[in-house]
Nanobody
Framework: QVQLAESGGRLVQAGGSLRLSCAASVSPFNWYTMGWFRQAPGKEREFVSLINWSGDSTDYADSVKGRFTISRDNAKNTVYLQMNSLRPEDTAVYYC????????????????WGQGTQVTVSS
C-alpha cells in the first residue's frame, strides 16, 4: 500500500521558516516525480513545487519562487520543502504528491496524495 506521510507543519510567525518532509513508500521512489500542493480555507488546491526523479529539474509557483526550495533524498525516499520568508498568505494545508509523469503532477493529476500537514503563518 502506497503511503505519503507529510510532517513539519506548525504555527510560525511571518518571516519565519519551516521545512516540510514527505516520506514515501512508493517504489521505486526514483521513478516518481514528487511535488507539493497546498489548499487554503475556502480555496482550491494549488500547485506549489515539484522535483523530477533525479532532482535536477524543479518547478515552482510564482507565489513561492525565491522563498521555497524543494529537494529530495532518494536514499531515504523523502522529499522536502524548505520554506523561508513565510507570509500569512502561505497558510494552508500542504500536500505531498507523487506521479510517474512530470506533466501530470504539474497539472494536479497525481497518482498518490498524502494526508496533508497544516502550516499556519501568523502576522
Amino acid at each position: 500500500q502506497v503511503q505519503l506521510a507529510e510532517s513539519g507543519g506548525r504555527l510560525v510567525q511571518a518571516g519565519g521558516s519551516l521545512r516540510l518532509s514527505c516520506a514515501a513508500s512508493v517504489s521505486p521512489f526514483n521513478w516518481y516525480t514528487m511535488g507539493w500542493f497546498r489548499q487554503a480555507p475556502g480555496k482550491e488546491r494549488e500547485f506549489v513545487s515539484l522535483i523530477n526523479w533525479s532532482g535536477d529539474s524543479t518547478d515552482y509557483a510564482d507565489s513561492v519562487k525565491g522563498r521555497f526550495t524543494i529537494s529530495r533524498d532518494n536514499a531515504k525516499n523523502t522529499v522536502y520543502l524548505q520554506m523561508n520568508s513565510l507570509r500569512p498568505e502561505d497558510t494552508a494545508v500542504y500536500y505531498c504528491a507523487a506521479d510517474r509523469n512530470y506533466r501530470d503532477l504539474r497539472g494536479g493529476d497525481c497518482d498518490y496524495w498524502g494526508q496533508g500537514t497544516q502550516v499556519t503563518v501568523s502576522s
